[in-house]
């Protein structure tokens, strides 16, 4: 199967952007891709994810902030992050649907908002 490799994580000041981006590699197809994020005692949850066709979706909590995009022709998804609040602190994601059957995982970037 594929592997992903996420970077564009760090720190940054409450208000601030980051640009997280996420490669996948191997002889694979992709059917979507999405990013998720997990805070330290809590659930991984879903913060966006894109279609191969492009058709979006996003958690509540970053409409309007966070935008996920998909380059096709390099196997690329990126999470654009606009106006970071100190709840956006957690480990971040990168996961792709190869098969239809599950999420794999990326092995995460840290994302630190600081008020």
């Known amino acids: 199967q594929g592997r992903l490799v996420e970077s564009g994580g760090g720190l940054v000041q409450a208000g601030g952007s980051l640009r997280l981006s996420c490669v996948a590699s191997?002889?694979?197809?992709?059917?979507?891709m999405g990013w998720f994020r997990q805070a330290p005692g809590k659930q991984r949850d879903m913060v966006a994810k894109i279609s191969s066709s492009g058709s979006t979706h996003y958690a509540d909590s970053v409409v309007g902030r966070f935008t996920i995009s998909i380059d096709s022709a390099k196997n690329t998804t990126y999470l654009q992050m606009n106006s970071l609040k100190p709840e956006d602190t957690a480990v971040y994601y990168c996961a792709a649907d190869f098969d239809q059957s599950r999420w794999y995982w990326g092995q995460g970037t840290q994302v630190t908002v600081s008020s």
């Open positions: 191997g002889s694979i197809s992709i059917y979507a």
